[in-house]
Every structure is written in C-alpha cells, then in structure tokens.
C-alpha cells in the first residue's frame, strides 16, 4: 500500500460532512473542530497555477468561516513543492502524525472484545467523557456515524465497565482504525 493509496482510504472510512475535490485535491469541512475532516488533502494535481490553488483553497474555507489547513502525507503530496509555497506563506507543521499498518489477525488470549455495527451507548459516553467540548463530541460521533458499511464499534469491559473503546471501517482491502479510547 502507498501513503496515496491509505489516505484515500482513510478520505472514504472517515468521512467528512462536505467533500469537495479540485484539480485533484479534496477539500473537506465537518464542524471546524478536528483536523483532519477540516483540511484539504492535495493527494493528486490537475491544476496549474499553485499560488493560485491555494488561494482557492484559502477561500473555500473561508466561505465556511474555517481556516485553511492542509494535510500533508509524506509521499503523497502533490504538487511536491506544496510544502515550500505553503511554508512561503506562513503555513507550519501542526499535528504530525504516524500512520501504521499491519495486517488482521486474532490472537489467543486476548482480551474478549464486544463489537456492533452501531456505537452502544457505553461506547458514546467515553466519547463524551474523552472529548474537550462538546462541539469535538458531536464532530467525531457524526463522522463515525457517517462511516461506511462494514464498520464495527468495538469494547473492552473489565467488572461491568467499559475501560477502551475504538471504531473499524473497511474500503477495499483497508480498515481504517479510529476513536481510540480509554476510559478517564
């Protein structure tokens, strides 16, 4: 898998609330709280004009009253010189982040782990116990929410609580982890 390959996966597993794609770049926006549904990921180039694509970019957020962010993979980031007009123009390195990969496979002895298609409601409540607000809770349940066929909502309870929570979806031979947690 390329990093091209996983952010696309990534753009249909974690949806964002509008999607929009320009001269190869898909510009998304949710509810402005979270990164990576509030971004524009430049994953394929069409255009001519960089200065130019970004200023568009600038403006489509702007018209949301959000600001312009880009997601920048490393190996899939197209133009390649994006990050030197980005950096041009005042735009810094926020909130890197390490994609893994491995493959699925049970293991003995692990820990029992109760899955559903849809979020129980222990599931929602560390959520909300985990989110700083609750503009970022309703963000990141309506992107699970929002989140492709097959998906599942997995827990992990010790002594009738639940102490760790996470979301799977699948698009082609990928499934994209997310919401993570565990209990305060």
């Not at 002895?109 to 607000?133: K, M, Q, W």
């Not at 970022?136 to 066929?149: G, K, M, N, T, V």
């Amino acid at each position: 898998m390329t990093p091209r390959e996983i952010d696309l996966a990534t753009l249909r597993t974690w949806p964002a609330a509008v999607t929009e794609e320009r001269n190869g770049w898909f510009l998304l926006a949710s509810g402005g709280v979270t990164g990576r549904v509030n971004a524009a990921w430049p994953l394929a180039w069409d255009g001519g004009d960089v200065e130019g694509a970004i200023d568009a970019v600038e403006a489509w957020y702007a018209a949301r009253s959000l600001p312009a962010r880009f997601k920048l993979t490393e190996r899939a980031i197209f133009p390649p010189d994006l990050p030197n007009a980005l950096a041009r123009r005042g735009y810094t390195p926020v909130s890197p982040t390490l994609i893994m990969t491995a493959p699925i496979t049970a293991r003995a002895g692990e820990p029992e782990v109760s899955l559903s298609p849809t979020p129980p409601s222990a599931f929602d409540a560390i959520i909300r116990e985990t989110s700083a607000d609750g503009a970022e809770y309703d963000e990141r349940l309506s992107i699970a929410l929002r989140a492709p066929q097959p998906a599942a909502f997995a827990m992990l309870a010790r002594e009738g609580r639940t102490q760790a929570i996470g979301m799977c979806a699948a698009a082609g031979a990928l499934a994209g982890v997310f919401l993570m947690r565990t209990a305060p």
